[in-house]
């Protein structure tokens, strides 16, 4: 079972060009292969979604290292963490025919505070997609 906590921690390293600290963590060895394509995603990311936060972009990164799953060509499933302030345990994201995603979280009790905003579980999509994700079932908590 993977930390969260630690992916994340990982995650914002990554996200602030620390990528030298990876290499302490030796439970992530394999990831460590993946670095190039992990910079390349979250560069697409900074572009598509700018003026972020930091910590936005690292639970993007976190969500689609860890809690991404393709259901169909339009139909994720993203898993929901209480240290991420998710109030449900998993939640679908569905593509639109005019390329728009949607995220049910938006329907949920406080998902209106996320209202207008894109949340970071469309973003995981986003990035996960970007990424071709291959390799995450290996980290799928
Ligand atoms: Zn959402």
Same mark, same amino acid.
């Given at each position: 079972m993977v930390d969260i906590r630690k992916i994340y921690r990982l995650s914002l390293f990554i996200v602030r060009? /620390?990528?030298?600290? *990876?290499? #302490?963590? #030796?439970?992530?060895?394999?990831? *460590?292969?993946? %670095?190039? %394509? %992990? =910079?390349?995603?979250l560069s697409y990311l900074k572009e598509k979604f700018p003026n972020k936060s930091d910590s936005w972009y690292a639970r993007a990164l976190a969500r689609a290292l860890v809690g991404v799953k393709k259901v169909s060509s339009n139909h994720w499933l993203v898993k929901g963490f209480k240290y991420f302030g998710d109030s449900s345990s998993l939640y679908n994201i569905v593509q639109l025919k005019d390329g728009k995603y949607v995220c049910d979280c938006y329907s949920r009790a406080f998902g209106f505070y !996320? !209202?207008? /905003? =894109?949340?970071?579980? %469309?973003?995981s999509v986003i990035l996960a997609r970007k990424m071709k994700y291959n390799f995450l079932d290996l980290y799928m908590i």
């Open positions: 060009d /620390k990528v030298d600290f *990876i290499y #302490s963590y #030796s439970e992530f060895g394999q990831l *460590i292969d993946f %670095i190039p %394509i %992990i =910079v390349d995603g !996320r !209202r207008g /905003k =894109v949340c970071t579980h %469309i973003a």
